[in-house]
DNA sequence: CTGTTAGCGCGTTCAG
DNA sequence: CTGAACGCGCTAACAG
C-alpha cells in the first residue's frame, strides 16, 4: 500500500511536508506544493484516514445514530435519505462515518456509551429522531463530550446544533390547505352528515368545523411543535380540535379513524403512514373525509387517493446536518438550522420511473 | 480516553498481555485474564478498533458496497434491510463497517479503487447487486486483493464468496403457482378473451397458455437465472413465452403491460415493482391478468391487488454475507450459499402494525 | 506463561 | 519554509 512516506520520496521532501500540503497548512511554497500534488497523483495516493483519525487529536469521524422505530418497513425510505444524504456529503469532507442503529446501544450506561463511541474515535454524532425520554442521550448532549447535532430536535448547546423545518409551520400549512380546499369544493360531506345523523348540520358548519387531529407521540419534540400549529389554526379558523395520539402507527391511525371520523369533518395526520392508515380505514368505512399527512415519503403515491402532504428533503437535512457537525468539530458554535418545506400531492404519476 | 495502557497498569501486567487476552490468546493463565478481565470491566474498556486496525496486517474493516439502482424510493426498503442486517452482524463480529454507494466509487480506475480501499484499511467488501457489465468490479474480483462477498453474483474463488437465493428455483415456484392457481380457479379469463376477440379460445387454452415474462436487466446474474426458471417452467407447462425487459423499472413494465398483456394470459414479473407497474396497467386496461412478482418488498401489501411474490429476508442474507466474509478474513475458502425463500401473498394487514 | 520492543500511517511540535 | 523526532492505541514477533 502506498503511504505518505511514498509520496515524501518521490516528491523528494519530508513526510511532514506532505501532510502539509495535504492538510492545506499555510507557510509551504507553491514550488514544493506542485511537487507533492504531482508526487500523489502519480503514486495514486489516497491518505488513510484510519491512521490520520489515531494521530490526530481532532479526528472525523462521525456516528450516524439511527433510530429505526420503523415499525412498518415501508418507511425505510427515510432513513435511507438519511443515510445516503450523510454519507456523501460526508465523503466530500472526508469524514469517515459509523452507521449506528439504536438497538446497538439501548440498555447500555453512558459510561459505556462514552467508552464505546470513544474506543470507536468517533468525536461528532447526529442523532437521527431523538425522543424526549432518552434520558442517556439527553445526558450525552448536557456533557458535551461529542459534538452532536440532532435531527427534529430543538437542543442547542456550545458543543451541540439541530436541524430541522419548521414543523409547527408546516403542520399548520397543511392542515390550512387540507381544510379550505374542502370548503371551497361544496358540502357534500354536510349533507352526508346531515343524512346520517338525522338532523341538520348546517348550523354547526357555519361555526365550527371538526378537526380529527391524529397526533404522533406524546413527548415527542416534532409532535409538540405540530400540535402547536393546529392550535394555532384551530383559533384562526375557530376550528373545534379533536387530538388522539397514533403513535405514528399506521394500524393505531386506522383505529382511531374507525372510531372517531364520523363526528369530524376533516382528518389532519401527523405522518404520512398514519394518513395511509386513516384514508383506508375511511374507505372501509365508506365515508369521505379530506386528509393530509406529513413526510412526503413515495408510499403516498401508491395507495390511490391523493393527499396533501409535506415534503421535506429527507437527503439534503442529513446532508446539512453533516455540514453542521463539520462546523462544530472546527469549534464553531452551536445553532438551530431551519431547512425549508414545501406542500405536495404525490401522484403515482410522479413517483415512477 | 481509557485505553489498553490504563488495563495494563491496573491489572498490573503487560499491555501485549491484555491484547493477548482481548484476542483470545493462547498461552494465557487463567488467573492472569481474570485480573485483566476485571480491570477492563473496572475501566469501562472498548479496545479502540482503529487502532485496531491500523497496527494488525489483518485488519476487520469492511464495505458495503451498494448499488443503489433505486429508481423508485420506494425500494429503500431492500437496501436498507441489506444495510441493517450487515451492520447489526458486523458488530456482532466486532467488525468496523463502511457503507459506500457505487456512486462513490464510479468512473474511478481499478488503482484508484484499490487505493480508496486501502486508504480506509479495507480488507474485505461486500457487493450488493454485481452487475455483469461492472467491468472494473469484475477486474476487482478476479485480482483478490480484498476478501469479497457477491450477493447475488455466482461468482466464487479463493477470495470471493457468493450469497443468494435460488433464483431459477424460486422464479419456477412463484410463476408456477401462479399459472396453476389461476387454471383451477376457472375461466373468467378465457370468457373474457373469447368475447374480446369474439372467437373461442377454449381450443388454445387447452394447448398453451401465453405468459408475458417481464424480466430485469439483459446480463444480469440474477436475470438470467430467473429466465432459466421460467423456460424450465414453460417447457413442463407447455407454455408460450414471451420475454420482455423491463429493467427492474415500473414505468417500462406499465408499458410492456399495455403494449402486449391484451395477448396473454399471464403476466410473471422479475421484480415486485414491475409487478406493481404491470399490476396498476392492467386496471387502467380494465382487463384482468394473473400477476406475480418477485421479493417481497412491504410496498406490495399497499397496492389493493395480492399477488403471489416471492420473498428473500434481505437482512438474513446480508447477515450471512457478514459471516462468510468473516471466514473468508480468517482464510476460508471461497464458496457459494444459497438461502432459502418462501412463496407468500401480502395483504394490507399483514403489513401494517 | 509474561514482558520488551518495534512498528502500522499519519499529525504535530520544534529546531534548523 | 523544511525536516527530524515523537506519539496516537494497538498488534506481533521475540526474549526472557
Known amino acids: 500500500m502506498v503511504s505518505i512516506k511514498d509520496v515524501a520520496k518521490r516528491a523528494e521532501v519530508a513526510i511532514s511536508t506532505v501532510s502539509k500540503v495535504l492538510n492545506n497548512y499555510p507557510n509551504v511554497s507553491e514550488g514544493t506544493k506542485k511537487k507533492v500534488r504531482q ?144 370548503m371551497e369544493v361544496g358540502h357534500s360531506m354536510a349533507e352526508e352528515l346531515s343524512m346520517e345523523k338525522g338532523r341538520s348540520i348546517v348550523e354547526e358548519l357555519s361555526t365550527s368545523k371538526r378537526i380529527l387531529y391524529i397526533a404522533g407521540k406524546k413527548n415527542g419534540y416534532v409532535t409538540e411543535e405540530r400540535i402547536k400549529g393546529m392550535k394555532q389554526l384551530a383559533q384562526e379558523l375557530n376550528l373545534q380540535l379533536m387530538i388522539q395520539w397514533g403513535e405514528f402507527s399506521e394500524l393505531q391511525a386506522r383505529q382511531i379513524t374507525f372510531a372517531h371520523a364520523h363526528s369530524c369533518d376533516v382528518v389532519i395526520c401527523a405522518s404520512d403512514l398514519m394518513a395511509i392508515g386513516a384514508m383506508k380505514a375511511l374507505m372501509e368505512m365508506d365515508i369521505f373525509r379530506p386528509v393530509c399527512g406529513f413526510d412526503g415519503i413515495t408510499l403516498m403515491g401508491y395507495v390511490g387517493k391523493q393527499m396533501n402532504t409535506i415534503r421535506q428533503s429527507f437527503s439534503a437535512i442529513s446532508a446539512r446536518a453533516v455540514e453542521e457537525l463539520w462546523l462544530l468539530m472546527k469549534d464553531q458554535e452551536g445553532r438551530e438550522v431551519i431547512l425549508p418545506h414545501t406542500i405536495v400531492r404525490l401522484h403515482y404519476e410522479d413517483i415512477i420511473c
Chains 1, 2 share one sequence.
Request: glycine fraction near 2%; charged fraction near 20%.
Open 39 to 182: 508526487a500523489i497523483e502519480e503514486l495514486n495516493f489516497v491518505p488513510n484516514t484510519v491512521a490520520a483519525a489515531l494521530s490526530s487529536k481532532h479526528n472525523f469521524r462521525i456516528a450516524l445514530l439511527i433510530n429505526t422505530i420503523t415499525q412498518t418497513k415501508a418507511i425505510d425510505e427515510i432513513d435511507m435519505q438519511y443515510l445516503s444524504g450523510a454519507i456523501h456529503k460526508a465523503k466530500e469532507l472526508n469524514l469517515d462515518v459509523v452507521p449506528i442503529f439504536f438497538s446497538m446501544i439501548e440498555e447500555k450506561s453512558i459510561a459505556e456509551i462514552i467508552a464505546y463511541f470513544q474506543s470507536q474515535s468517533i468525536t461528532g454524532i447526529i442523532v437521527y429522531g431523538l425522543s424526549k425520554d432518552d434520558k442517556v442521550l439527553h445526558k450525552l448532549i448536557e456533557r458535551q463530550i461529542f459534538k452532536m447535532v440532532l435531527i427534529d430536535a430543538p437542543l442547542v448547546n456550545s458543543a451541540t446544533s439541530a436541524v430541522w423545518v419548521n414543523q409547527k409551520q408546516a403542520q399548520y400549512d397543511v392542515a390550512k390547505k387540507t381544510i379550505t380546499e374542502n
